[in-house]
Nanobody
Framework: VQLQASGGGLVQAGGSLRLSCVASGRSFSITTMGWFRQAPGKERELVSS????????DYADSVKGRFTISRDNAKNTVYLQMNSLKPEDTAVYYC???????????WGQGTLVTVSS
């Protein structure tokens, strides 16, 4: 699975962005997809994940109620809708994929999100 993330940019606090991650490969529809982020000087953290059919999602406490993950298996794409953005959401965001029972092993190149106060 190869992943290409896009959609980052500069936005003011309170604004919105939607990240997209397009996957290549025949097995996308059976992968769990995740969005991670890494801020300067901090460790990478899992922001959100979605299982293969979209029925099971999970969010970090810091983004619950503000971010929504979704996927379109017909388009091999996973999305992260980010609303009510805060300066502390500033980070490089990565999409990642894994198969059930295995760790995340496929990573996109990252897209920078900068939220100004």
């Amino acid at each position: 699975v190869q992943l290409q993330a896009s959609g980052g940019g500069l936005v003011q606090a309170g604004g919105s962005l939607r990240l997209s991650c397009v996957a290549s490969g025949r097995s996308f529809s059976i992968t769990t997809m995740g969005w991670f982020r890494q801020a300067p000087g901090k460790e990478r953290e899992l922001v959100s994940s979605i299982n293969w059919n979209g029925y099971i999602t999970d969010y970090a406490d810091s983004v619950k109620g503000r971010f929504t993950i979704s996927r379109d298996n017909a388009k091999n794409t996973v999305y992260l809708q980010m609303n009510s953005l805060k300066p502390e959401d500033t980070a490089v965001y990565y999409c990642a994929a894994k198969y059930h029972g295995l760790p995340y092993e496929y990573w996109g190149q990252g897209t920078l999100v900068t939220v100004s106060s």
